[in-house]
């Protein structure tokens, strides 16, 4: 079983490339070292929505300790350390792989 969170940001246009820097070059490797996958990202810059998909091996309970870890870490908080504000609207759902 893989518990799969959806997340999707409208992210500032006028930040939306360095939204994406951090979030290869800073985000991802500090959420894999979490325990997380990530299974997409995906950029749509026309409309300056930014896509992506996390996952955990195991079930929902697994998911929510693995986060709440993750939260409160200090390589998270590095990671966030001096970061504006890159997203407009959030939004987070745990979502079933079909294919």
Known sequence: MTTTQLR???VKPELFDEFVEWFTTRLTPVRE??????AFAAANRERSEFVWAVSVDGD????DAIDAAYA???ER???FEGVPQFANDMQ????ERLK
């Not at 070292?33 to 990530?38: D, E, N």
């Not at 929902?60 to 998911?63: A, G, N, T």
């Not at 987070?92 to 979502?95: I, Q």
């Open 8 to 10: 999707r940001y409208v």
């Open 92 to 95: 987070l759902d745990f979502v």
């Open 72 to 74: 409160a870490s200090p």
């Open 33 to 38: 070292a979490a325990g997380f996958t990530v």
């Open 77 to 79: 908080a590095a990671a």
């Open 60 to 63: 929902r309970d697994r998911f």
